[in-house]
């Protein structure tokens, strides 16, 4: 069985940082992209930033210098580094893998459960 769990969320004032992980495990042969969503209250879900293996990245332009998204291949993990948070990045973020599992010949995409972050002073 595969899990996705994220980590690292929190209430964070105007201008803070916080930093979300993102743990893949279980029987996992091959990891592909990587990436963070997120979903505010009364809104869709939108993409936040992803990373392919090979370590190409794509932001949405909103949060564009202000996070940062890293992985580390040897882990399954994938990291959301946000800085100079802004009331309007509160949401809740979840990631997603694109993988193998072992015994499997597809690649399927899984997902976390998400983390609150709220950003308010």
């Known amino acids: 069985q595969v899990q996705l769990v994220e980590s690292g969320g929190g209430l964070v004032q105007p201008g803070g940082s916080l930093r979300l992980s993102c743990v893949a495990s279980?029987?996992?042969?091959?990891?592909?992209?990587m990436g963070w969503y997120r979903q505010a209250p009364g809104k869709q879900r939108e993409l936040v930033a992803t990373?392919?293996?090979?370590?190409?990245?794509n932001y949405t332009e909103s949060v564009k210098g202000r996070f940062t998204i890293s992985r580390d291949n040897a882990e399954n993990t994938v990291y959301l580094q946000m800085n100079s948070l802004k009331p309007e990045d509160t949401a809740v973020y979840s990631c997603?893998?694109?993988?193998?599992?072992?015994?499997?010949?597809?690649?399927?995409?899984?997902w976390g459960r998400g983390t609150q972050v709220t950003v308010s002073s």
């Open positions: 997603n893998a694109d993988l193998m599992p072992f015994g499997s010949i597809r690649y399927t995409w899984h």
């Open positions: 279980g029987r996992i042969f091959r990891v592909r992209d």
């Open positions: 990373i392919t293996s090979g370590g190409r990245i």
